[in-house]
């Protein structure tokens, strides 16, 4: 039963607009949570994260929003440029609150492609 | 600062064999993790390693194992090796543990006939 969900696999957007990846996660455990960006041939990069005690974090063009509630993530890109064109992972892990520390859990990731 | 880095890049075994792979986390890290990823299953956990003891294991068989020597490089053992193990198996290295922000090696591609 996969507890990170990307249910997109693939997302166009065209450059200059907003990019919105969706996660959705089932463990109730998990309060922390982090996006990764993979290249082909290269190992994912850390991206950005946030901890369940908040509900908005900004770096830069990407920010993530949390929505614990709905157990539901979001990645924002504000503007998509050419070089964000990648696969996307959503990750969480229960790091706090006494779930265990099994590792980070894996989305399936979201392929982004940014159109000129 | 030299990144993760991960030997063989690419290697080719048949079925029954086994493999060892290398990570070399980025210096002064001392958590090593293990990640395999497939097409089906994506990016999955398989173990982590913070100063030679194996701290949290994934749910794979007793077939794959690690280690982690004291200068924090590790390698990762697969045995009896079956066709569903070829994967591009990922090695992430971290300062304090598996749960912070982590840093990945290229990985290595294991192709199983």
């Known amino acids: 039963d996969q507890q990170v969900k990307q249910n997109s696999p693939s997302l166009s957007v065209q450059e200059g607009r907003i990019s919105i990846l969706n996660c959705d996660y089932t463990?109730?455990?998990?309060?922390?949570f982090l996006w990764y960006k993979k290249y082909p041939a290269e190992g994912p990069t850390f991206l950005i994260s946030?901890?369940?005690?908040?509900d908005k974090n900004e770096d830069g063009r990407f920010t993530v929003f949390l929505n614990k509630s709905a157990k539901h993530l979001s990645l924002h890109i504000v503007p998509s440029q050419p070089g964000d064109s990648a696969v996307y992972f959503c990750?969480?892990?229960?790091?706090?609150?006494?779930?265990?520390?099994?590792?980070?859990?894996f989305g399936k990731g979201t392929h982004l492609i940014i159109q000129p | 600062k030299a990144g993760v880095t991960q030997t063989p890049r690419y290697l080719i075994k048949t079925r029954g064999q086994q493999v060892t792979l290398s990570c070399s986390p980025i210096s002064g890290h001392r958590s090593v993790s293990w990640y395999q990823q497939t097409p089906g299953q994506g990016l999955q956990f398989l173990f982590e390693?913070?100063?030679?003891?194996?701290?949290n294991k994934g749910n794979f068989p007793g077939r794959f194992s690690g280690r982690q020597f004291s200068n924090s490089r590790s390698e990762m053992n697969v045995s009896t090796l079956e066709l569903g193990d070829s994967a591009l198996y990922l090695c992430?290295?971290?300062?304090?543990?598996?749960?912070?922000?982590?840093?990945f090696g290229p990985g290595t591609r294991l192709t199983v006939t």
């Open positions: 463990n109730s455990m998990f309060d922390y």
């Open positions: 990750a969480a892990s229960a790091q706090y609150s006494g779930g265990g520390a099994d590792g980070l859990t």
């Open positions: 390693y913070f100063s030679e003891t194996q701290r």
């Open positions: 992430a290295s971290s300062f304090r543990d598996s749960l912070s922000e982590q840093y």
């Open positions: 946030i901890s369940s005690i908040k």
